[in-house]
Structure formats: structure tokens, C-alpha cells
């Protein structure tokens, strides 16, 4: 019998709510949109969404802003479409996992407007206040993600509150036990209406140093970098109490069955494994992003699965991540013919997978006039590549107006290419991205091996990975052709015997291998290997 807990085996998938279906016409993704949408989500093959903020919010940061944690934003729709929303999902055998933003609230949240009032107020240590310095400046040289000091002065009381992203997104003190058993409530209110787990939102932010000392200076920064990288972050995050923290949240979550806890994290591996937690208290799966900094090149991801892999703590389970509604686009990144082998490298590796909604069709990173940026990152910090709006934007359904997201003009424009790629049109195309990506989903959903079975590294050299997956009674051999030209896959003494599950081009599914393969120019292979197939340890 399977023993695995869901969250292990399940093929995850992300929802950008602003972007994935209009369902009210005023251009903008709701929630009734997403539960109309359930059939091709349960078509495509995963078994859980996380939903970006659907809470009520300014938007000064589209939702990571959030004024009520226990309400739903009108935008989005209301707690009842929620409910419908959970009971159309779960009829469907569909998780759903809500986006927690613990880290900071809304300058318009209630607690921070009480704690701002006054120096006495009862709030006032729910947030982070600290004198100005001698000179009247900013406390210490601590940097905000979106550019700027981190500090913002508050006239009214003749102090500043920190806060790590926008100004109007004040971080919560987590020092203070009344902030975290508010919040502990606030997850308790979403578990009990059933909701399947959250991604909690910068969770390695949570704790900064308490004696408040300036970051050291980034000897390595170069102007034209993000400008918080001009300091190195040793006293702003991923402080060690922080683990502490994180064990609380996950105690909330384990008082109901069979939930789940995802933490944003972005750090090395060796720091990212610690997100397990003491005794694997911490967060279920601490989200491996390293996929999305990695340069394309054979030698270089296979090392990265390795270095992973060797670091996970015991009973650690692994997770991959391509693309989120934070980073470059895949298809952007690699381009359209890489971005398929991207495909079948993340729906294949050991660990559960996160799709990044519309990577499934390919959808490109889109460039955005600047008459039309939403990004506040892009506002402050313009012209350096940090804006997101270009992997935010709307889902292409068909090739109708607005792409059929919505029947109005989006809040941000839609890929140029979108008669092409899109789901409608894609779905009738066995060679789509879209059914390549479906093939993938089912074959690892049919594979003990996909699923559960061992990493084994065979091979990285040039343009090729070679890897099996293997568990007692199957083995299964992913061939992976990063570069445009063919590479020859034979091993010593031809002993490579098996069967094609899924080929990204479509067109060798099911074909027979006996002697040795041949990838040609951008293809991969997942492929059965017969009982009797002998691979070497590793080939070149
Ligand atoms: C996370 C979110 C990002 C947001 C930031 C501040 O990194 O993914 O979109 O801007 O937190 O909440």
C-alpha cells in the first residue's frame, strides 16, 4: 500500500487569480473564473492548487497586501464563492491551498492603523518601531526588497516602522506571542473551511535580529543589480529562531488531517534544507527554487539535483519549482523548444512538481509597454528587469478577444501570440506543449517509479542528462537533450532495452529501443526500461 502523505505524490499548480479567468467582465481573474475552469485543471492531471491572495487588499502589492486575513477581496468574489469553489474542487479530488502572507499585512489592516495611533497604543508592538537614529535618519541601513530604506517614518508618533517590501506593507513583529496566535486563528478560520494547506508567503523573513545591528555591505554588488543586494541580509532574514516559528504554524496545520504547509524560501540549498525543520517540524515542503536561477547546461543542473539531493535531512521530502508569478517565464527564459525539455525534467525529477499557471500552453514572457506597468517592484526600481507583470499575465484560453480570459481589456495585456498558443487550440494538437505536459502528468501518476522511486544519475555531458528513476520492479530512464543537435545515447554492451512512455515531440511514443537511442535536437524521452536493461553506473 502507498503510505505517502498526498502533498508527496501530488502534481501541484499554481493560480494567479488576477490572470487566470474573468468571470464578471471587468477584466480581471475571479473566483468563480477558477471554479469554471475546474474541468481542465482536472483534464490536465494535477491534484492541487495553490491560489495566490484572493484577500480583501489595497493591491498596492496585488494582494501580498492583505487589510483582512478572513475575508475574500470583492475583486475575487466573495467567502461563499470560496466554499462553492472548495466543494467544486473536492468533488473533483482537487486540493486547494491558500496563500498565507504572515510576514506583514496592509498599512490599511485594522492592527496596523491601531498601532500606529500612538507610542501607547496596545497594538503599537504588533509591528516593528524603532527610534530614528541620532541624526534623525532611518534607524540602521537595513534595505527594502522594492528598493529604498526599509524604514518609514511615521510623523504622528516621531518613529519608524520597518517594513521589508512596500511602505505600505508593515512587517508584523513575530517577537510578540499575540501576533502569532492572531495569525495561528487566522489559519485555523481557512482550515476549518476546508482548505487542503497554504504556501506561506516569504516565511524566512518572519524573524529579523533583535538588537537591530546594520547589514554588512555586499562586496560583490554592481550597480544595475537589485538595490536591497547592496547589503547582505544576515540580520533581516533567515534568522536560526525563525525555526521556532515555523514549528508553531505547523502545529496549526497538523491539528487537521491531511494538510499541507509550502514555505517561500529563497536561499542556498544547504540553508533551504533547514526549512524542514528540527525533526522535520518545519514546513512540509520548504520550495526548492534553484531550477529558476540555474543557467541551462547539462553539467550544471545535474549537479544542482545532486547537491540537493545530498542535502535533504532524512525523511526530508524534495519538491521542484520552474516558474512563478514572480520570476522570468520558462519559456522566456529558455525558449519554447528548451521549455518543453524544462517540462519533462520537473515532471520528472524525485519530488513533487509546482506548475506555474499557462506554462503548460508555453506561455512567453511578455514584454510590457510602460504605459502599462502594475508592478510596484518595476515602479520603484524601473528599467533594470525586475518587473513581474511580464509573467503575470492573462491565461490564453482560445483565440478569441482577450484571448477569452475575459470580454473586457485586461488589467495587463495579453501575449501577442496567444491565436497560437493557446488551450483550445493547443488541445487538439497532440504535439502541443499543452498534451505534452498532460502525458507527462499521467505517466507519473501511472509510475511507482515517477512518483516515488530513486534519483540515479547516469549521465551529464554536453547537452545530455541521463537519469533513471527506480524502485523494486521499475525502472524508468529520462534522456534529456538540452542543445539543438542530436546526441547519441548507446550504452557499453547495447544493453539499453525499453519502451518510450512519453517523447516531447509526440511523434515516438510507445516506439521500441533495443542497442541505444538517439535524441534528437531539443527532444527528450521518458522511456520503461525492460526488466532485463542494464545500466551502467554512468556513461559519458
Ligand atoms: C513574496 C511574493 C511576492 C510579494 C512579496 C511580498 O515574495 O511571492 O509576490 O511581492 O512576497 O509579499
Known sequence: MDRRAWWQTAVMYQIYPRSFQDDNGDGIGDLRGIRRRLPYLCDLGIDAVWISPIFPSPMADFGYDVSDYTGIDPLFGTLRELDALLAAAHADELKILLDLVPNHTSDRHPWFQESRVSRQSPRRDWYIWRDPAP????????????????????PRTGQYYYHAFLAAQPDLNWRNPAVRAAMHEVMRFWLKRGVDGFRVDVIWHLLKDDQFPDNPPNPAFRPGQRPDHAVIPVHTTDQPEVHEVIAGLRRVVDEFPDRVLIGEIYLPIDRLVTYYGRDLEGAHLPFNFALLDTPWEARGIAKLI???????????????????????????????????????????????????????IGMPQVPIPTDRVCDPFERNVPGIGCGRDGARTPMQWDATANAGFSTREPWLPVAAGYARDNVERERRDPASMLDLYRRLIAARRRSPSLRLGHYRPIAA?????????????????????????????????GQLRGEVLVSSGADRDGAISQGGITLRGNEGLVMALAPDAVVPPSVV
Open 135 to 154: 541624526d534623525g535618519g532611518p534607524p540602521n541601513n537595513w534595505r527594502s526588497a522594492f528598493g529604498g530604506s526599509a524604514w518609514e517614518l511615521d
Open 306 to 360: 545532486d547537491e540537493y539531493e545530498a542535502a535533504l535531512p532524512p525523511g526530508g521530502w524534495p519538491n521542484w519549482v520552474l516558474g512563478n508569478h514572480d520570476r522570468p517565464r520558462i519559456a522566456g527564459r529558455v525558449g519554447p523548444a528548451q521549455a518543453r525539455i524544462a517540462a519533462m525534467l520537473l515532471l520528472t525529477l524525485r519530488g513533487t512538481p509546482t506548475i506555474y499557471y499557462g506554462d503548460e
Open 461 to 493: 555531458s554536453g547537452d545530455l542528462l541521463l537519469y533513471v528513476r527506480e524502485c523494486p520492479g521499475e525502472r524508468t530512464l529520462v534522456g534529456l537533450n538540452l542543445g539543438g543537435h542530436t546526441v547519441p545515447v548507446t550504452f557499453p554492451g
